[in-house]
């Protein structure tokens, strides 16, 4: 069976850092493409970046620079790091299998960022 | 950055509804479009890849349509559990944009 779980969400304030891991089981983290998506309270689905299974990595705009996804074979773990966290950075975070289109999901985590 | 518009953003319907939303690309995409759907408090779903491709377990009565710039989702006759918020995405281009989201509510 096919699982996603988040977990590293929580309170920071700007400029500070979080650090998200997705634990994968039923496929293997290193050889899929693998998203976050995050999810503002109230707002909609903005996707936010993607690391392919060749190790090519992408970013939105808005976290370049400041976010880095990367991945633990051993683990079988996807990994996002925050730093430079912004208030507009508040929302669930997901973590996703696929680029193309996104089969799987996790539960997601809430990242709140406030003084 | 492709923007993608769904319109309506708010859908009323009835169970038995037939439902249709509709998704506009700012630019052509071919045939890389995606239907999500997301109930409160729980992560997206997908239900339609690749314009027409149903994914696994989903029933027949979503279906997915168009290439281009225009893009449709039909529910053929709603039922109580498709209440929810819809989303398109587009993959051909990066970033991966979402539509802004259509909610199908009671009537």
């Known amino acids: 069976e096919v699982q996603l779980v988040e977990s590293g969400g929580g309170l920071a304030q700007p400029g500070g850092s979080l650090r998200l891991s997705c634990a994968v089981s039923?496929?293997?983290?290193?050889?899929?493409?693998m998203s976050w998506v995050r999810q503002a309270p109230g707002k909609g689905l903005e996707w936010v970046s993607v690391t392919y299974s060749g190790g090519n990595t992408n970013y939105a705009d808005s976290v370049k620079g400041r976010f880095t996804i990367s991945g633990d074979n051993s683990k079988n773990t996807l990994y996002f790091q925050m730093n430079s966290l912004r208030v507009e950075d508040t929302a669930v975070y997901y973590c996703?299998?696929?680029?193309?289109?996104?089969?799987?999901w996790g539960q997601g985590t809430l990242v709140t960022v406030s003084s | 950055d492709i923007q993608m518009t769904q319109s309506p953003s708010t859908l009323s319907a009835s169970v038995g509804d037939r439902v249709t939303i509709t998704c506009r690309a700012g630019q052509r995409i071919t045939s890389y479009l995606n239907w999500y759907q997301q109930k409160p408090g729980k992560a997206p779903k997908l239900l339609i890849y690749a314009a027409t491709n149903y994914q696994s377990g989903v029933p027949s009565r979503f279906s997915g349509s168009g290439s281009g710039t225009d893009f449709t989702l039909t529910i053929s006759s709603l039922q109580p559990e498709d209440f929810a918020t819809y989303y398109c995405q587009q993959t051909y281009g990066s970033p991966r944009t979402f539509g802004q989201g259509t909610k199908v509510e009671v009537k």
């Open positions: 996703a299998r696929g680029d193309q289109w996104l089969v799987d």
């Open positions: 039923g496929f293997t983290v290193s050889a899929n493409s």
